[in-house]
C-alpha cells in the first residue's frame, strides 16, 4: 500500500472528529489538518453547517451594501502574487483625486451603500496626515458611512514613515474616521511562504501585532487567508491557529474570509508552476475554517474569486454571510477574475438557498 493510498484512508475517517463537533468539543490542529485532506465534502459540510447552525441558529444569511475604493495602485512592495500594483514612477500608477473618491462614495449612497472599503499600496508620497485629512472630509462629506480603511502593512508603513508606534498610529487615524481595519495581507501566516510570495512585506508576528493593537483599543477587524499558492496544508492550518489563538486573547475580530491564488498576470505565476485551485479546494478550506475557528462569528463567502454558484453552495459549508455588493472591485479583476452582482441577484441566490437575505453593518448588525 502506498503512503498516498494511506493517507487517504487515513483523511477518509473522520469518525473521531465528527464526535468532537457533534459534542461542542474544539479541533485540534492535526484534526484540522485531516478535514484539508478529506475527500468525504458530504460530511464535511455537515460538520460545518452544525457549527454555523450552533452560532447562527436562525436560517438567515447577511450582506452589506459597500464599495471598495483603491486610492492608490502604487506600491514599492511588489507582492510576485499581486497583477494590481504599479511601481513607484510607473506611467499607470495613480493616485486618485479627492473628488474622484467622493464621487464613488456618493455613488455607493445613492443606492443605500454604507461601508467603504478604502485600501491601496505602500505609497511613500502619502504620508499619515493624507490620510488623517482624507478620512475627516469623508465623515464630514458622508456621516453615516462606515470606512473600513487600510490594511496591517499600510498601517506599519505610516507608523515607520511618522515614527510612531502603531497603537499611537491606529488612535490617530481612528481619531480622524477610521472605524475598522480589514484583514488584507494576511495571506499566509508563515514566514517561510511569506518570504517566497512577497519577501519585502510584513513578517507573520508584524501582522498579528497589528491586529492585536488595534483590538486592544477597542477596533475590530476581520482576518483573512489567500490560499492556493506556494503553501503547504500544514501552512494552512498554521494560519488557521494563529488566527484562532489570537481571537481567544483579544475577541476582536468580527468574520474570516479566505480566497484562492489567482495567478493571471502575476510574477509568482511566471516564476513556479502554480495551478489556480478550484471550487473543491475552497469549500473543503472554509468547511475547515469554520469548523476550527469556534470562537470567529462569522464566515463569509468569497464569490468575487468563486462565482455567484460556488458562493451559494459554500452557504451549506459554514458559510454565513455573503460579504459586500462589491460595487466596485479591482484587485482580483487585474488578476483576470471579473464577477460582479446586484443586490437583487444576492438576494435571491441566498432565498434560492433556502436562507433569508438580511442587510448588515459592518459590524454584522442588521440594518
Known sequence: MTGATLLHGRAADVSDIAAKVDGGERITCEDALRLLECPDLGELSRMA?????????????????????????????RCKFCAFYRPPGDPEGYVLPDEEIFRKIQEMVDVGGIEILLQGGLNSTLKLDYFERLFREIKRRFPGTHLHALSPAEILYLANMSRLSVRDTLLRLREAGMDTLPGAGGEILVDEVRRQIAFRKD???????????????????SAT??????????????????????????????????????????????????????AVDYLRTIATARIFLDNIPNIQASWVTQGPKIGQISLSYGVNDFGSTMLEENVVSAAGTTYRMTIEEIERLIRDAGYQPRRRNTLYQPV
Open 225 to 278: 487567508m489567500m490560499y492556493g499558492s506556494v503553501e503547504s496544508l500544514e501552512d494552512r492550518v498554521e494560519h488557521l491557529r494563529r488566527i484562532r489563538e489570537l481571537q481567544d486573547e483579544t475577541g476582536g475580530f468580527t468574520a474570516f474570509i479566505a480566497w484562492n491564488f489567482q495567478p493571471d498576470g502575476t510574477e509568482l505565476a511566471r516564476e513556479v508552476s502554480v495551478r489556480k485551485t478550484g
Open 49 to 77: 453547517d452544525q457549527v454555523r447552525r450552533r452560532l447562527h441558529p436562525e436560517p438567515v444569511v447577511t450582506y452589506i451594501v459597500g464599495r471598495n475604493i483603491n486610492y492608490t495602485n502604487v506600491c514599492w512592495v
Open 203 to 221: 513578517t507573520a508576528n508584524e501582522w498579528i501585532g497589528v491586529m492585536r493593537d488595534a483590538h486592544s483599543i477597542g477596533m475590530r477587524t
